[in-house]
């Protein structure tokens, strides 16, 4: 089973840690900077929420799939092993989100907030897309890559034989032939349970942070004007 390269004129810039935790610096061909993919949406992409919302992820699978040219249900099938389409779901091994993206792999994709949804899935599908184009479309291979990292797969000239890797990839193909997955509704918690954590000293953290500091200021000083007001009287 293979899947064509993406058509695009842009190159990912990036060099990007693999997905599985250990650090492989490579740069994938043949996509667009993750930056691109939601360029009308630049304002939520620098300040995500803290309180975070609802998504549609069907649309967004779609929408990932239309870009990277990756069938929306093998995107679907893949986030329904990693995380049972849970936006706020960390993994012992700090992976966080819909795609599971570990944090380094997330910063190299450019996702400023890997618990938001959109960017999570993007991210994932993006990657995903760098596996295809790198292991010839090969979808096992790609699928393998997305578990173990691709310096795994290099290695082994194949699906690597670790035992989660080769559940893995036939689950996710399970999941793919059977079609019709539907992932919903769901709502995500803005940086999530530690994602403050993982994003302190970002820009968009701190610019939050401080934010809400002011309104807390503003806030207590009015009620300290209110009580002196009241002691008057």
């Known amino acids: 089973m293979q899947i064509g390269p993406v058509s695009t004129e842009n190159t990912i810039e990036s060099a ?17 900077v993750f930056r691109d ?59 966080i989100g819909i ?20 960017q999570n899935i993007m991210g994932g599908a993006k990657y995903l897309r760098g596996q295809l184009d790198r292991f010839g479309g090969d979808v096992r291979l790609a699928l393998a890559a997305y578990n173990a990292g691709p310096g795994a797969v290099t290695k082994y000239g194949g699906i690597p034989p670790y035992k989660e890797t080769q ?8 999941y793919y032939n059977g079609g019709g997955l539907i992932a919903g509704m769901a709502h995500y918690s803005g940086f999530g349970a530690t994602g403050a954590n993982s994003l302190a000293g970002s820009s968009a953290f701190n610019e939050a942070m401080t934010q809400m500091l002011l309104v807390k200021i503003i806030e207590l000083q009015m009620n300290m004007s209110s009580d002196d007001e009241n002691k008057r009287l």
């Open 99 to 118: 795609m599971q993206l570990m944090p380094g792999t997330a910063r190299g994709l450019g996702v400023t907030n890997p618990y938001d949804p959109e």
């Open 167 to 174: 559940n893995y990839v036939p689950k996710v193909l399970e």
């Open 37 to 95: 993919v939601l360029a009308d949406k630049a304002e939520k992409i620098d300040k995500p929420s803290l309180s975070g919302g609802m998504a549609n992820l069907d649309e967004i699978f779609n929408t990932a799939g239309l870009r990277y040219n990756i069938p929306p249900d093998l995107l679907k099938a893949v986030a329904k092993v990693e995380s049972g389409f849970n936006p706020n779901v960390v993994s012992k091994a700090g992976a």
């Open 16 to 32: 990007i840690s693999n997905n599985a935790g250990a650090v492989e610096a490579h740069s994938i061909d043949g996509g667009l």
